[in-house]
C-alpha cells in the first residue's frame, strides 16, 4: 500500500503521484500493482473545447446562412423589379461581411492571429467593393486602406503582446495604449491628406501628449513588479 | 397538451395498472434537459464493488431479467412541442458496456437510440449511471442492488428476500412510476409564505478541466469511527460531513482572500444537500422524489469554530426537515410548473428560459451539493461479496465540486466529483479526517483523465 507523507492517507496502487496533492509517491515498503484497480484507464472520445467551439460556430453559420442567403435574393428581387441600379450589389457585400466576420474564419483557422487577419481583409474587401458599387470612388483607396493596413499591425502587435507577455500585465497595457496612439496617429494623418491635400496631426498628438506618459508608466511598472508581491496581486489578470 | 395530468402518467388503453407508452417528466426532472452540455451531463453513478472479477455474461444476463422488473428505466427521453418526455423504449436491449476513465461524461441521451442509463463493468466493479431525468440516487441504488442481488444469485448463492429489495418476476407497483411531488402540493387558497432566494455563495477558486473531463477522488473511512466522531459532535453522519465541508470551504475563502488581499471579498458559504422524501409523504416512486436543504455559515460576521458549524448545520437541518416546510418547497416549484404561461411555452423556448432561470438560481447560490444516500442493505447472504460501494455525483461546471457519501458495512466512501483543476478541497477533507487519526484510503482516476487532453 503506497502511503503519501503529505496528506495522511494511504493510496490506491497504480499512482505514481498523490490525487490530493500531487506529490510523488514512493513505493519503498510494497512495491505498487501495475494498473488501477479501480478505473479503467482507456480515455475515451473527449469533446475538445475546439471541436466544441467549432460546432457551436458552424450551427451559428447555419443560422447566418439561412437568415442571409434568402434576405440578398429578397434584395436582388426588389432591385431588379424597381429600375435595376444596383444598389442590392451593396447590400449583398454588407451580407456576406455579416456572415463572414468572426465567424467563418474560425471555422477554418486555429491561430487568433490569422483569424484577425482574415477579419481584417474581409472588412478592406468590403471597403472596396462598396467604394467600387457607390458613388464615392476612390476614398476606399485613399483612407480606408490605410486605416485597415493599421489595423493589420494592431492584430498583429496585440496577438504578439497576448503570447509573448500574457503574465506581464503592465507590457500588455504599453502594448496596447500604443496599438491605440498609432491608430490615432494613422487616422488623422489619412483623413487629413484625404480632405486638405496635405497630411497634417492635430486632436491625434493631443492622444500622444495624454497616452504617452501612461505608457510609460505602464513599462516602468512592468519592470518594478517582479520585486513587488503587493504590486502583482494588484496587477494580475 | 394532455402532460400535465395530476398524477404525472399518461393514460393507456390496457387500464391504470398497466405501464404506459410513455410519461412525461417528474417535476424536479423538468430543468434537466435545457441545462444538458457536455460538461453539464446531468449523469451520477453507483459501483458496486465485489471482491472478485466480474464476469460479463454474467452481469448482462442478470441485467436482462431485471429490466422487465424495471419498465421506467428501460426508457428514452424525447423532445416534444412544450416538454421533453420518457417515452417507453423496446428497441434495443439495455447492454453492459466498457467502462471509461471519465465517469459520468460523454452521454447522448434525448433522442431515439439514446439512453439515460448505462452499466458499466471494470474490473471487479459493476456500476450504474443514471441521468438525474429519469431517478434520482435513492431509485438507482434500488436498481443496483437489485442488479446485483441478481448478478450474485447466478453466480450460485441464493438470497433471501429484503424488504425493499425489487426482485425479478415481481408484479410492478403501479406507484413506482408515479410522479409523487403534485400529490404533496398544499391546496392554500389564502396564499403561501415567500421563499427569498439566497445570495450567491463562495465556489470554488479553480479553472475548469477541459470538456469532457470528470476527476473522482473516493476516500475510504471506517464508518464506526466517523459515526463515533459525529455522536461526540451531537449531529448525525450526513452534518458531520457537511460541517467538515464547510469548516475546510471556510479556510479556503479565507486562503484566498489573503492572497487576494482588498481585491477579495468574503461571501456566504452555503452547502445543497438532497434530502429523500418517500418515508416523509409515504412515497413508493422510483423517480425523483426529492428537495434540497442548504446549511451554511456567512463567514463576514466572522471566524466559525467547528463547534459552530457543526451545531449551526444541525438546527439548520433539523428546522427545514419539516413535512410542512417541504410541502411549502414542493407547492411553488409545482406551482411554476403548471401555470398556464409556463404550459404554453414551446420547449425550445423554455430551454433558454429555465438556462436564465438556472443561471441566477440554481448552482451558483451553493458552494457544493452533498449527498448521502446511507447504508446499502442488501440480504445477508451477500455480506463477504463486497468491498464497498461508491457513489459518485452529477458533474456540475458552475460550482465545479460536488460531494457524494455511501456507506456499506463498515466502510464509509466519500466521494468526490470535481470539474476544478486544483484539489485543494478534497486535500483540506481527508487531511481532516487523517489528522483525528482515521485510516483514510484514497482511489482517484486523477492522474489519467486529463492527461490526453491537457492544453487542447
Not at chain 2, 433522442?111 to 431509485?139: Q, W, Y
Not at chain 2, 479556503?252 to 452547502?271: A, D, N, S, Y
Not at chain 2, 456507506?407 to 478534497?426: H, I, K, P
Request: contains cysteine.
Amino acid at each position: 500500500m503506497v502511503f503519501c507523507r503529505s496528506c495522511g492517507v494511504r493510496v490506491e496502487p497504480g499512482h505514481q503521484a498523490c490525487p490530493l496533492c500531487s506529490n510523488p509517491l514512493t513505493s519503498a515498503d510494497e512495491a505498487a500493482l501495475p494498473t488501477s484497480q479501480a478505473f479503467a484507464r482507456e480515455r475515451e472520445a473527449v469533446i475538445s473545447p475546439d471541436d466544441l467551439l467549432r460546432r457551436r460556430l458552424g450551427a451559428i453559420a447555419l443560422v447566418l446562412a439561412a437568415v442571409l442567403v434568402p434576405t440578398a435574393l429578397v434584395c436582388i428581387l426588389i432591385d431588379v423589379l424597381y429600375g435595376g441600379s444596383g444598389w442590392s450589389r451593396l447590400v449583398i457585400a454588407l451580407l456576406v461581411l455579416t456572415g463572414g466576420l468572426g465567424v467563418t474564419p474560425r471555422l477554418f483557422f486555429h491561430n487568433p492571429l490569422v483569424i484577425g487577419l482574415v477579419d481584417v481583409a474581409l472588412i478592406g474587401a468590403f471597403l472596396v467593393a462598396a467604394d467600387l458599387m457607390g458613388p464615392w470612388h476612390g476614398w476606399s483607396i485613399g483612407i480606408g486602406l490605410p486605416i485597415l493596413g493599421a489595423v493589420a499591425l494592431a492584430v498583429v502587435l496585440g496577438w504578439l503582446a497576448l503570447s509573448q507577455y500574457r503574465e506581464r500585465t503592465g507590457f500588455v497595457l504599453a502594448t496596447f495604449l500604443g496599438i491605440g496612439v498609432m491608430l490615432c496617429l494613422v487616422i488623422d494623418a489619412t483623413v487629413s491628406a484625404a480632405t486638405r491635400g496635405q497630411v497634417e496631426l492635430l486632436w491625434s498628438l493631443i492622444a500622444l501628449a495624454t497616452i504617452g506618459p501612461l505608457i510609460l508608466t505602464a513599462v516602468i511598472l512592468q519592470l518594478i513588479l517582479p520585486a513587488s508581491n503587493r504590486l502583482r496581486r494588484y496587477l494580475h489578470w | 397538451m394532455s402532460t400535465h395530468s395530476s398524477s404525472g402518467v399518461a393514460a393507456t388503453a390496457d387500464g391504470p395498472d398497466e405501464y404506459p407508452d410513455w410519461l412525461t417528466l417528474d417535476n424536479s426532472a423538468k430543468i434537466w434537459p435545457a441545462l444538458l452540455s457536455p460538461r453539464h451531463s446531468t449523469m451520477f453513478r453507483l459501483t458496486a464493488c465485489l471482491v472478485e472479477p466480474i464476469r460479463l455474461a454474467r452481469l448482462q444476463s442478470a441485467l436482462s431479467d431485471i429490466m422487465g422488473r424495471f419498465p421506467y428505466f428501460d426508457v428514452e427521453l424525447r423532445r416534444g412541442l412544450f416538454w421533453y418526455y420518457i417515452e417507453s423504449h423496446r428497441a434495443t436491449e439495455t447492454a453492459v458496456e466498457a467502462d471509461s476513465v471519465n465517469p459520468c461524461m460523454n452521454a447522448a441521451l434525448i433522442g431515439k437510440g439514446h439512453l439515460p442509463l448505462r452499466v458499466r463493468a471494470f474490473n471487479t466493479r459493476i456500476s450504474v449511471e443514471f441521468s438525474h431525468m429519469i431517478t434520482d440516487g435513492t431509485g438507482a441504488l434500488t436498481f443496483l442492488r437489485a442488479l446485483v442481488t441478481r448478478y450474485c444469485e447466478l453466480s450460485g448463492t441464493s438470497c433471501s428476500p429484503l424488504e425493499g429489495l425489487p426482485r425479478m418476476g415481481e408484479v410492478v407497483d403501479p406507484r413506482e412510476w408515479e410522479d409523487s411531488y403534485p400529490a404533496a402540493i398544499v391546496a392554500s387558497t389564502s396564499g403561501l409564505p415567500r421563499i427569498p432566494p439566497p445570495e450567491t455563495a463562495f465556489r470554488m477558486p479553480s479553472a475548469l478541466l477541459p470538456t469532457g473531463t470528470y476527476r473522482v477522488i473516493s476516500g475510504l473511512l471506517p464508518a464506526s469511527e466517523v459515526v463515533a466522531l459525529a455522536k461526540q459532535q451531537g449531529v448525525s453522519l450526513t452534518e458531520y460531513v457537511a460541517a467538515v465541508l464547510l469548516y475546510c470551504l471556510q479556510d479556503i475563502q479565507e486562503r484566498r482572500l489573503t492572497t487576494h488581499g482588498r481585491w477579495g471579498h468574503l461571501k456566504p458559504i452555503r452547502l445543497t444537500v438532497p434530502v429523500n422524501l418517500r418515508p416523509m409523504f409515504d412515497s413508493r416512486t422510483m423517480r425523483n422524489f426529492f428537495l434540497f436543504v442548504d446549511p451554511g455559515i456567512d463567514p463576514r460576521l466572522g471566524r466559525y469554530t467547528f463547534e459552530e458549524i457543526a451545531d449551526q448545520v444541525h438546527h439548520h437541518m433539523r428546522f427545514n426537515l419539516q413535512k410542512k416546510r417541504m410541502r411549502l418547497m414542493i407547492t411553488r416549484n409545482v406551482r411554476g410548473e403548471q401555470s398556464i404561461l409556463n404550459r404554453l411555452m414551446p420547449a425550445f423556448v423554455k430551454d433558454a428560459v429555465l438556462q436564465v432561470v438556472f443561471h441566477f438560481l440554481g448552482d451558483r447560490r451553493y458552494s457544493l451539493g452533498l449527498s448521502n444516500l446511507g447504508r446499502v442493505q442488501l440480504p445477508p447472504e451477500l455480506n463477504g461479496a463486497f468491498s464497498h460501494w461508491v457513489f459518485t455525483p452529477p458533474p456540475s461546471p458552475v460550482s465545479k465540486v460536488n460531494c457524494a457519501v455511501l456507506s456499506w458495512q463498515d466502510t464509509l466512501c466519500v466521494t468526490f466529483g470535481s470539474m476544478a483543476r486544483g484539489t485543494e478541497l478534497e486535500q483540506e477533507f481527508f487531511r481532516f479526517f487523517s489528522s483525528k487519526g482515521l485510516s483514510v484510503y484514497v482511489e482517484s482516476n486523477a492522474e489519467w483523465c486529463e492527461r490526453e487532453t491537457v492544453g487542447s
